[in-house]
């Protein structure tokens, strides 16, 4: 019975910290992106995201994202660096290819910084990949 389930790997998907400009509170802030790097569209995606360290940990979100087209973003939520400190979890379920598909994604303590910045896919720049 377990062979017959078949659990599909969520591939170019990703959650991204980008450190950019915010006119609302005139500073720079950093943002969680949701990037769909897949050829296809994904349909339903929810989000659910939450920080934890020892003895501490940030209330549980959940981000009702709905469809992001192929090769795709989202802003998804801003990120608070007194959470930095913590290990920052993000869990995507979405739909695609009339599947269901979930990943975790995690960034490790201090993990978000400018120091970590790479390329973004999709969004072209730069910006810390979750693991």
């Known amino acids: 019975m377990k062979k017959d389930i078949e659990i599909p790997i969520a591939e170019e998907v990703y959650v991204a910290a980008v450190n950019e400009w915010d006119e609302k509170h005139l500073s720079k802030t950093w943002y969680i992106y949701l990037i769909n790097n897949r050829e296809s569209a994904i349909e339903g995606a929810i989000l659910v995201s939450k920080g934890y360290g020892e003895a501490l940990k940030t209330t549980t979100m959940r981000h ?39 990943k ?17 896919p999709v969004l072209g720049i730069a910006g810390v990949l979750a693991n």
């Open 64 to 102: 009702g994202l709905g469809d992001l087209e192929a090769k795709s973003f989202r802003k998804v939520e801003l990120i608070q660096e007194e959470v930095f400190k913590l290990k920052n979890e993000f869990f995507l379920t979405f739909f695609a290819d009339n599947k269901l598909y979930e």
């Open 104 to 120: 975790k994604f995690l960034f490790n303590e201090y993990q978000i910084s400018e120091s970590n910045e790479v390329a973004v």
